[in-house]
């Protein structure tokens, strides 16, 4: 289990600490099962996932409320890149006709896409 998912899940842990010492066991269980839940959700997605619950929640949440709003903000990330990429395709085929000694063409994936070009 990478020991960033746990310094996170463990930060998360902390703000929703239980109030009776008796249920401080169960806590430190439950944070042990959550960690390993979670240890397969990219590292970046995790940290804004949690800092999303956390500022909007007032429960801990379950690895399946976590997996699935990371996964809302992995896509919320991506989405409009293929608008993007058509008006770069569009950059391109207007370079191309224009310029006979060239040919332009998008390289690179999202986020890092750039229009690049090699001789003809």
Partial sequence: M????GRVVGELGFRYRPSAQADLEAHAHAIRLLTQDLADV???LLEAAVERWAAT???MPRACEIIELAGQIGAAMVSGTKAAADQLQAHCDRLNATDRARFWFVAGQAPDRRIDS???
């Fill in 42 to 44: 990219p590292i970046s």
């Fill in 57 to 59: 929640k007032r429960f």
């Fill in 2 to 5: 990478p020991p960033a998912v």
């Fill in 118 to 120: 090699r001789p003809r």
